[in-house]
Each structure stands twice: as structure tokens, then as C-alpha cells.
């Protein structure tokens, strides 16, 4: 069999989507979608079902749908902010635009299905079903959505040793579970071991059967401080002004976190413990108050041994019993990879062009291969940004972010586009503002002044940082 489509995009899940959208709702191009999953959604078929979003719905997903329903969570730990789909909610969605697509006439969708191609010339197509295949001619380009590489820990097993005897489970048999345990440790101190805790005390677990083995302290962003309502305006972007300020005077890199903290905007676990990771987690300060119930954190490195009566870590040992269950939640979700060119020939390679919004990033992508068309002019406005990782990241991040902004913004069609986005609602929301709204315009400035000013010290800050 053989088949003919403008692109291919290898993946249908957030990242394929966003990126299928913007072509499908901007252009006349046929696409080709191809996933070994099942569904669209991509990791969100794997991951635990108790999952939800860290950012609000609104925006995520695709530009052309609505995620949100645009009400506000009635749970006591997100009382009041803006919904956070779970993932039935996301397949869910994700099938519906998938129906979209397919509607148009324009789309084929390959699930069950391997890419075994170069990204080049040759795109085979293999059934994971049965032994055909399809041999794709692409017009344009392929796009590889496989980069960032998710990683979810139903699909990933422990990077430790886990003796004979041991329960250690993925989140997602979690709920599963029959029988009481001793006590429940769990490993990991990313979003997915936040979730985990947050799950087993909003259950009913003791704080006190709860063990939680942190490697690194994280930095969390204040959950409240990032919602894209109109509601929200001013609590959002006095936030955004507050952080500029911060980066824009702050004399030390220990001086901005401090900042950041009592300003509300960056959370802890431990007011003692100086974090070493940042990996963009939110948290509200509900739940933070719920995870510091739990009083035995071991920071003692990472696990190398889970064994029948101990722990051993990088740092120590801990003592253990085979009554207790183990929950990893070790994997990385999104990989650190070096950044390289988003456009290369025939190949598009999705990257983070806004630090720590992938779907966004795919999408202004996608537009700008649909409108631009030179390739260098195409690689400068999407110049992409590694997944963060420790505490310094977080001022590489925000001035990677602030040029990005400012690169957009001189161009006309970006900078109406950034406006319409339904990924970018914040931008939106300040161009709404009435010019008859003094203190929505003076917020605005506010925050544009601390903008300008912050490039210069965060540059600074970062060439004399060392590691936290």
C-alpha cells in the first residue's frame, strides 16, 4: 500500500495534536498521523488515573478546542482556581479532536502503528497489529515529535535494584491495591511523587504510614499565582511584575529565591532544606501544608537497593520491612536533551521555545512553519530551551522567556497570533485590557518596566552562579 500527505507527524500525542491543529485550522496541507498507542493522547494512555494537570486546562490541548469547561476546582486543596482536567478527561478530549481532524478529509490517523523511516526520503508505516505496512510519500515535512521523550513510571521500570519480596508498584496500580500495607514510601519528589502523596492523604492515609524519599528538595511555583482568568488578572500579573522585579535587582541567585519565597511566589517543602531541583512542579498552598504533614522525608540521595529490611540510598540506609509498599515515581517526565535546531531540512523536531510548555511550543511551531519561509528566519524565532532542572534554571528560563516574548512581539503576525492563541491566554487578557482601566494599564507598565530591566541582572546572576 502507499499513501501521499504534505506531513507526517510521528506521535499523536499533545505535542502531535498542537501541531496537527495548526495546520488542519491553517492551511490546506493534508497530514498523516502515526502512534504506536492505541488512542490519540500519547503518554496520557499510560499514565496513573488519578492524575491531573499542574497547569489550569485552559491552556492546554489544542488552539482549536476548548479543554476547560471554565469552572473552578471545588476541592479543598485548589478551592476557587481554575479546573485541572484529569486524564479521562484528556483522552477524552483528545479523541473528540482526533474525530475533528478525521472529518475534515484531510487527515489519516495510523494508531497501532511503528514509523520506520529516516525523517527524510523513506517513511515506512508498520502495523503493530499484523505484518503490513505502508509505504508514505511526504510532500513537505516530517515532524518528530519524540524528542522531549515523557516518561511515565508504567512504562518505565526503576533505574534501582528491587530485591525478591519487595512491593514496589508504578502509581498506576495504586488504587488497585486489596490489602492495607504497613506504611507506603513513596520515591520520587518530582510532580509525579507530589501527586502520589497528595493522593494517599486526601484518602484518608495517616501522614504518619507515609514515608517520602526526596533525592532533591524541589522549588515549586505557586499554583495561584499562574491562572489565566479574567477573574484572576490582578493576582496573575502582579506575579509576573513581582518576578521581573526580583530577577531584574536581586544582588545573588540565594537572594532571588529568597525573594521569590516571600513574595509567594516559589514554595518549599522545608523552610530549612535548600531545594536542588526545579522542574517547573505547581503546587497550592493547600497542598503544600498537606505534603508538610508528612514527617518522615529521607534525604538521603537516590535509591540504589530497596531490600527486604532496608533501604540503601547514595547517602545511607534506612530500615525497612516486606509489609510496606513501595511506589516509584522515579521516571523523569521530561527528558534533559541538548537543544539543536527545531528546523532542519525535510525534519521538524518539536522542542520547548517557552520554557516548560511544550504544547504551546509546538503550536507557535506549527505556525511559523505554515507562514514563514526561510529556514533561518524560521530557527531564529524558534530557538528552543532545555527542560529545567536545578534552581538556576529557573533565571535561564525566565530570560530565555523574556527575549522569546520580545522576539515575537516585533513581529506582527506572531505578535496577533500570541493574542488569538488559546495556549497564550494570557496575552489575551493584557490585550484586552480597557484603555480606560488606570490600574490595569499601570499593572501592565509595571510589569514591561521590571521586564526591560531584568535581562541585564539575570545574565549576571547566571554567569556567577554556581551550583545549588
Sequence with gaps: MSLE?????????????????????????????????????????????????????????????????????????????????SSATILSYYEQVMREFLATGRVHYFPLTDYQGDYDQTHRLASRLDRRTLELRVREKVVDTSYLR?????????????????????????????????????????????????????????????????????????RAKLQPAEEFFEQTFTAFAVQAEIAATAATVGELFTGLEAAGQMLRLDPGVAPGMYHGATVSEAELEALRQIRSVVRMGRVRRLQPDRIVLDDGTVEADLRRLYIDCSARGVAVRPAFPVFEGRKITPQMVRPLQPVFSSAIIAHIEATKGDEAEKNELCAPFPMTDRPQDWLGAMLFNLAAQARWRQDPDLREWLVRSRLDSFSGLARNVSPTDEARIALLHRYGQAASAAPANLQRLIAASVPL
Design 5 to 85: 500527505a504534505d506531513y507526517l507527524i510521528v506521535g499523536s500525542g499533545a505535542v502531535g495534536m498542537a501541531f496537527a491543529d495548526v495546520l488542519v485550522h491553517e492551511t490546506d496541507s493534508t497530514v498523516a498521523l502515526v502512534d504506536r498507542h492505541h488512542a490519540p493522547g500519547g503518554h496520557w494512555n499510560e499514565a496513573y488515573p488519578f492524575i491531573r494537570l499542574h497547569q489550569p486546562s485552559a491552556t492546554y490541548g489544542v488552539n482549536s478546542r476548548q479543554l476547560s469547561d471554565g469552572s473552578r476546582d471545588t476541592t479543598p486543596l485548589n478551592l476557587g482556581l481554575c479546573d485541572r482536567a
Design 150 to 222: 515523557t516518561e511515565v513510571p508504567s512504562t518505565h521500570p526503576p533505574v534501582y535494584e528491587v530485591a525478591p519480596g519487595v512491593h514496589c508498584i508504578p502509581p498506576n496500580l495504586l488504587p488497585e491495591q486489596a490489602r492495607p500495607p504497613s506504611g507506603y514510601v513513596v520515591i520520587g519528589a518530582g510532580k509525579t511523587g507530589i501527586d502520589v502523596c497528595l493522593w494517599l492523604l486526601e484518602n484518608g492515609v495517616s501522614p504518619d504510614l507515609i514515608t517520602w524519599i526526596v533525592p532533591r528538595d524541589p522549588w515549586m511555583q505557586n
